[in-house]
């Protein structure tokens, strides 16, 4: 898969994770990029689906942060619709 097309594929993620309210959110939001991007590389040692990767990330993030509430949309990471390529 060609870098613009894993962008479009992450962008389009990306509008389900909103950027508010507060700090935490755009830490969730600046972890999944990067770490969906990896996801969707073919030199990926394992292959995530987009719930797969918010999960891990959210976990990790409640480490530095045990009070941070976060929110996304649950039924649009949920479906099966959005696995990784």
Known sequence: MKQAE???????ELEHI???PGEHQGLLRAAYN?????????QATKKKTALD????RIEAL???NPD???YYDKDFFESNTHDSC
């Open 68 to 70: 941070a509430r976060f």
């Open 62 to 64: 409640k480490k530095e």
């Open 34 to 42: 990067i770490a969906r991007m990896h996801s969707l590389r073919k």
């Open 18 to 20: 909103p950027d508010f």
């Open 53 to 56: 990767v918010l999960q891990d």
């Open 6 to 12: 894993m962008r479009a594929i992450v962008d389009a």
